[in-house]
């Protein structure tokens, strides 16, 4: 079973910066697509962003230019590097691959 494990999370004023990891195991990560979602409250969970094996990325729209998804394969992470924050970013990310979710992890942004 694919296990994925989030760190980097944490309480953030708007304007700033945080850097979201997921380190997966029992997987064959370097073929896979690695994903990130976020559920704000009383809210669906949406996506963030992806890559895929080959680095193609995926941004949603709300995150464009702010947001980077980076992967190293070696170290079997995927990265999030989150600028500019925004309230409306206040949210649990979560990594995804193969249908596996890790546990997430809090994103708080201060207005």
């Known amino acids: 079973q694919v296990q994925l494990v989030e760190s980097g999370g944490g309480l953030v004023q708007a304007g700033g910066s945080l850097r979201l990891s997921c380190v997966a195991s029992?997987?064959?990560?370097?073929?896979?697509?690695m994903a990130w979602y976020r559920q704000a409250p009383g809210k669906q969970r949406e996506p963030v962003a992806s890559?895929?094996?080959?680095?193609?990325?995926k941004y949603a729209d709300s995150v464009k230019g702010r947001f980077t998804i980076s992967r190293d394969n070696a170290k079997k992470t995927v990265s999030l590097q989150m600028n500019s924050l925004k309230p409306e970013d206040t949210a649990v990310y979560y990594c995804?691959?193969?249908?596996?979710w890790g546990q997430g992890t809090q994103v708080t942004v201060s207005s």
């Open positions: 995804n691959a193969t249908n596996s």
């Open positions: 029992r997987i064959i990560f370097s073929i896979n697509t």
């Open positions: 890559i895929t094996g080959g680095g193609r990325t």
